[in-house]
């Protein structure tokens, strides 16, 4: 294994920025275990994109020259795309084993090479590490991470007995000098169990640096039921790796240890004999000894200053690991930390960054904490979705878009109306204005299909409380908001408009809101649209194209049974209605005050009952253009006339659909069954002649 040298140097004493900084690279060959090379940074071009159907043309100028290539809709395979996390628990062994195999010197930092294609002002990532000190926990995540972070690994050698707070310095003259150097660059602290701690440590003694901490099972508390018994053991028994750790971790049904450290993973390290020797390296018996008393320190440190701690902190909670971390602690943080979020993944062990089901950037994504200035930006600190998930959004709601299959038909420039969405214009700004089904049903399955289909991503402008990090869970899981988060969806304002558009994005707006796609019963397919038409004069400033949609289907798919105001006349759900509409006033009601219909903007769950599928049905009307109307929009009267004439657009697009959806031969679901039998079950079922 190679990887970036970013300092050899001692916990006790500081040591310059040159010297930490050094590019040398080293490998642990037996033949030359420190190995100096050059390393060669790559210059990525700017890169001026442009779509062209499911394809980009991307032009690189370099000086006169031009050279232009036709790049592939990396989204137009998704279906196959294999995950993004591809290292396991024999890779970790494999490159620990060539780590420590001349493992001497005091802890020093790392950067694993395949973390060297971070993007231009990626924000810092210090990894501080777990009960293992190599540095290598995250080596699943590091491809990924290196995309968006510039990661550094904290190693610590097996023979290195420094304390607690010689730790936390040195980590504290690490965020000091990199605070120096890039004042206005974030940096963020990843540690798990022990290493949380120290992390929490650091951001209590530097509270007015900029830290945002992820901490992984942070070691807060300490279970003496299991620590005493084990430390009783490692002391009396012998050094022999097998015996040890075979006696320590026992893989017995019902054994708590094997249950709280990660039984499953366990077994697979003991499943191959040659892990042993790696094993016995990374923790031989007095090694184990001073870790357990390591974790003691780092949690009363911990625990001491976390009152001072004023940093960002996401906390993942594994719900099968009750050693270090407990429901207390949890609702101590809640008090304690201002800016807390904690996502509990229940059915993950001690050990989560080496499970398939943990992916640490997805993570970060689904809670919107990654940034790269002082705050975070919903467009401008966007990652966008790679192939894999993509594919996994897909799969979440491939019932859904199996039993509605889907019709998507736009309309060319001359007016001919086609199958498919070749009419999408291309090139942004587009400001894409429709009807909100019950539930936003439409979404997932439309941005997905631009995406594939196109490579053109909708981001979608919502209401504030899907942006939420919810903790109350009574509400709703906080997972079923992440593919909101995912698909890159930005709080509703005419401000992100304006940020959307400048950016020539295409953007997706339902001027009904929540008003719309959470109406009662009898008013599917109506438009609950305010009357300023604030969005037609800012896309006129930037000359976007509006494009008026409609979506049909809610009806053949559900029947709504209760509603918000039935709800309310329910004693036993009046209460849960109430709690709901607090939270919508504490996300913020986007039309507070307003006393009309237009203004009962609650989310609520209505009660529905199922249907024998029937199809969705979306239609993209003619583009409208903006371009060279600014001046003319501003007038009041030319601005509210032009916003009409989008409203009855959308109104004719809904019509359109519900009027041809009667002469669709596939409207049924067991007619789609049948040709899918026959024509192959990746077939495009047909749909009414257009």
């Not at 050279?67 to 990396?74: G, H, L, Q, R, Y």
């Not at 911990?302 to 009152?307: L, P």
């Amino acid at each position: 294994m190679e990887v970036t040298l970013l300092g050899s140097f001692s916990a006790f004493s500081p040591v310059s920025s040159e010297r930490r900084l050094s590019n040398a690279v080293f490998s642990s060959s037996k033949s030359n275990p420190r190995r100096r090379t050059h390393r060669v940074t790559a210059v990525k071009s700017v890169a001026l994109k442009t779509h062209v159907g499911g394809r980009r043309l991307r032009k690189y100028e370099n000086g006169a020259a031009t050279v232009a290539e036709v790049v592939e809709n990396p989204y137009s395979g998704a279906e196959t795309a294999s995950p993004d996390l591809h290292k396991s628990l024999s890779d970790f062994l494999e490159e620990a084993r060539d780590l420590v195999g001349d493992d001497d010197g005091p802890p020093r930092w790392f950067s694993p090479l395949e973390c060297s294609s971070q993007a231009q002002g990626s924000p810092l990532l210090l990894f501080i590490p777990g009960i293992d000190g190599t540095g290598l926990g995250l080596i699943r995540h590091h491809k990924k991470l290196g995309e968006v972070f510039d990661v550094w690994c904290l190693h610590i050698p097996v023979m290195d007995r420094s304390p607690a707070k010689d730790l936390v310095q040195l980590i504290e003259r690490t965020v000091k000098s990199e605070s120096y150097r890039f004042p206005n660059r974030p940096i963020y602290l990843v540690g798990e169990s022990v290493g949380a701690c120290l992390a929490l440590d650091v951001a209590a003694r530097n509270p007015n640096f900029d830290l945002t901490l992820i901490l992984a099972n942070p070691a807060t508390h300490v279970n003496n039921l299991m620590s005493q018994p084990l430390v009783g053991m490692l002391n009396v028994l012998p050094d022999g790796v097998p015996t040890l750790l075979g006696e320590i971790f026992g893989f017995k049904q019902g054994d708590p240890l094997t249950a709280v450290l990660g039984g499953g993973i366990l077994r697979d390290l003991f499943a191959v004999s040659a892990n042993l020797p790696t094993l016995s390296r990374i923790f031989p018996k007095d090694t184990l000894l001073w870790k357990m008393e390591l974790v003691k320190s780092a949690v009363a440190s911990a625990n001491t200053h976390i009152h001072a701690v004023r940093a960002e902190t996401l906390i993942l909670l594994s719900g099968r690991d009750q050693w270090l971390l407990n429901e207390a602690d949890i609702d101590r943080f809640a008090r304690t930390l201002p800016n807390f979020i904690v996502r509990k993944l229940k059915d993950n062990g001690h050990f989560l960054f080496f499970e398939d089901s943990v992916d640490l950037v997805t993570i970060i994504k689904c809670t919107c904490f990654y940034r790269r200035g002082k705050s975070h930006d919903h467009i401008s600190d966007y990652i966008m979705l790679t192939s894999y998930e993509l594919k996994q959004l897909v799969d979440d709601h491939k019932l859904l878009i199996d039993a509605t299959s889907p019709v998507y038909l736009s309309t060319l420039a001359n007016g001919k109306r086609v199958r498919g969405l070749e009419g999408i214009p291309s090139e942004g700004p587009v400001l894409y204005v429709g009807y909100h089904v019950l539930l936003g049903l439409e979404i997932v399955p439309v941005i997905t299909q631009f995406l594939k289909e196109r490579n053109i991503h909708l981001r979608g402008l919502a209401h504030p409380m899907l942006m939420w990090n919810i903790q109350d869970d009574r509400l709703v899981d906080p997972e079923m908001l992440d593919k909101y988060k995912m698909l890159g969806a930005v709080p509703v304002s005419n401000f992100n408009i304006y940020k959307l558009l400048q950016s020539k994005s295409h953007a997706l707006l339902y001027p009904g809101g929540i008003r719309e796609s959470f109406h009662r019963k009898g008013e599917e397919y109506k438009l609950f649209w305010p009357e300023q038409p604030e969005f037609v004069r800012v896309a006129s400033k930037f000359g976007a194209k509006i494009v008026p949609f409609g979506v049909v289907g809610e009806d053949d798919i559900c029947h709504l049974v209760l509603d918000a105001k039935d709800q309310r006349n329910i004693p036993i759900l009046k209460d849960f209605m109430d709690y709901i509409d607090e939270a919508t006033k504490q996300a913020g009601n986007l039309r507070e005050g307003d006393g009309t219909e237009l203004g009962n903007q609650i989310c609520y769950l209505p009660g529905l009952v199922p249907k024998i599928p029937g199809r969705f049905y979306f239609y993209f009307g003619k583009p409208i253009e903006t371009a060279g109307k600014e001046q003319e929009l501003k007038d009041k009267d030319k601005a509210q006339e032009f916003y009409l004439q989008v409203k009855s657009e959308v109104e004719q697009c809904i019509a359109y659909l519900k009027m041809k959806r009667e002469s669709d031969p596939y409207r049924h679901l067991l007619p789609r069954m049948l040709y899918q039998a026959s024509h192959g079950f990746s077939s495009e079922i047909p749909t009414f002649d257009l």
